[in-house]
């Protein structure tokens, strides 16, 4: 609905309300992101929205940060990862209050001789937009960390894709959400394999979320079309801040439903 | 260059339509799979569902064990986003983009030392 997997609400869902341990609340929601994305991943195709090329780029950073991420997570305590997720949650949370009024970077103009530049048509103005890449450094070490954060913590990353894309790289947002969704299955993946070898991806966990999560994903998309976005972004921050909350007094002993 | 230049915009609505399929059908299968592991499910109220190894799930598949359908609609699920990558580097070698042919390569590569370090 708002550009996120979706992985941030339902760890703390399972977790804190269904009791789940969090590393199979973690490879639930890693089979759960691929679902999602790759639905949307293909949708964005459809409208040839997304930039295959830059996708291929980032996600060699992407995929390792990933694979790194999930290693470290399968050898931590559940206190420690609750913990961390607790952190996790209340920066991402105050990071949407901070950008909820969505802002566009400079795009980048159109490089002829460079092959990361590319053009989609805009569906609202009918006009072709051509933009070009920059900070490409910049863009693989975002996507290292993002993997690093998607393969510890279970969700996709697009959160900290699509900012570094639009704000860093210069690339136009529809086409940054785009490529970022594209991405996200690889990046999920590389760090699902080490979670489905622990035993942490539990059938009876994975399969029912993942199918509820992709149901409703579809019916979120409609839902986010009526309402405006900046409200919903908050909306969302200020869940986000709950959950923290609650994880963190989870952490310390005290469950709260 | 002028070769993978020219095939960026020449054959950018293909590679994309031929992703697109790879994804849709990847998740198709999966969810099939995942649906007959659920109504097995339902059937067999006892049947223990378990995280399977791979060749524990191939043998139970045969009969007909909720688990292993369950595992596998998870296994198939994982291996779509692999595919689009394995997909993505034949395109780039049919279209001669020898940078992007070998980038996507190596994306493959640390997709199957994941999978050797994950699926025994």
């Known amino acids: ?257 | 260059m002028e070769a993978g230049k020219k095939s960026a915009s020449d054959t950018g609505r293909d590679e994309s339509l031929l992703f697109r399929a790879v994804l849709v059908y990847g998740l198709g299968i999966s969810f099939l799979s995942m649906t007959i592991g659920l109504v097995l499910a339902a059937f067999n109220p006892g049947a223990p569902i378990v995280p399977l190894s791979l060749s524990d799930l191939i043998t139970g598949l045969d009969q007909l064990q909720p688990s292993a359908w369950l595992n596998l609609g998870v296994f198939l699920l994982l291996a779509t986003p692999m595919a689009r990558v394995a997909v993505s580097a034949v395109v780039f070698v049919l279209v001669h983009d020898n940078l992007y042919c070998a980038l996507t390569t190596a994306v493959f590569l640390i997709l199957l030392v994941s999978f050797r370090l994950g699926v025994h």
């Open chain 1, 1 to 257: 609905m708002v550009g996120i997997g979706g992985g941030v609400l339902l760890i703390p869902l399972l977790t804190l309300w269904v009791g789940v341990p969090i590393h199979n609340a973690i490879g639930a929601s890693l089979v759960a992101v691929i679902a999602t994305s790759s639905a949307a991943a293909s949708s964005y195709l459809a409208d040839k929205l997304t930039n295959v090329r830059l996708a291929m780029t980032l996600e060699i950073t992407t995929a390792s940060g990933a694979l790194l991420g999930g290693l470290t997570a399968t050898f931590l305590n559940r206190f420690t990862l609750e913990v961390v997720f607790a952190v996790a949650l209340t920066v991402l949370g105050f990071h949407m209050l901070r950008s909820s009024r969505q802002r566009e970077g400079n795009h980048e103009p159109f490089h002829p001789n460079s092959r990361l530049s590319s053009e989609y048509v805009d569906s609202y103005s009918k006009k072709t937009v051509r933009y070009g890449v920059r900070n490409l450094p910049l863009g693989l070490g975002v996507s290292f960390l993002a993997g690093n954060v998607s393969g510890l913590l279970g969700i996709g990353g697009g959160v900290m894709k699509v900012p570094a894309m639009v704000l860093a790289m210069g690339v136009p947002m529809r086409a940054a959400v785009a490529t970022s969704n594209f991405m996200i299955g690889v990046t999920a993946v590389s760090s699902a394999f080490v979670y489905y070898s622990r035993g942490f991806i539990l059938p009876q966990v994975a399969v029912p979320t993942a199918l509820g999560v992709f149901i409703g994903s579809l019916f979120g998309a409609r839902i986010a079309t009526r309402m405006k976005g900046s409200r919903l972004t908050v909306f969302f921050a200020l869940v986000l801040l709950v959950f923290a909350a609650q994880m963190a007094l989870n952490v310390l002993g005290i469950r709260m439903r």
